[in-house]
């Protein structure tokens, strides 16, 4: 099994599609790592997403994410049928570590869930890696 998520199309990706919004912030950063979340948002928005619900924890990025009460709401919501997946600033903030990325990849294979990030779509059904083009 892949230690990593597998990334495809952004459009690949239908419009309409429910998504949760998950960021991990530097608690250092304070308001100031906000702007990110607001990104994401707008980048839902236009690409005719739904946020259905939004988690953000504060802490530090290279951590493990098993501690953060956001991340564990935000597999739930997908878990139960309210999101197709989860929609993130940076795939980092998913996981660092090389047990979160494991972790994350076999949720992923278990609920076929979506994981799409401002740049890439990670999906369990395909492996092959696509970036959305610049503006």
Do not use: K
Request: glycine share 6%; proline share 5%; hydrophobic share 45%.
């Amino acid at each position: 099994m892949s230690s990593s998520a597998r990334q495809t199309a952004p459009h690949e990706v239908p419009p309409g599609t429910r998504l949760v919004l998950y960021a991990c912030l530097p608690a250092s950063l304070g308001e100031a790592a906000d702007h990110s979340v607001a990104s994401t948002r707008r980048y839902v928005a236009d690409a005719g997403w739904q946020t259905v619900e939004t988690y953000v924890d504060r802490a530090a990025p290279f951590e493990s994410r098993a501690l953060c009460e956001g991340w564990h709401n935000a597999l739930a919501a997908v878990e139960q049928g309210r999101a197709a997946g989860i929609v993130t600033p940076l795939l980092v903030m998913l996981g660092h570590l090389e047990q979160d990325r494991t972790n994350l990849a076999a949720w992923q294979a278990r609920t076929g869930a979506l994981i799409t990030t401002l740049w890439a779509v990670v999906d369990a059904a395909d492996s092959t890696a696509l970036r959305r083009p610049a503006a």
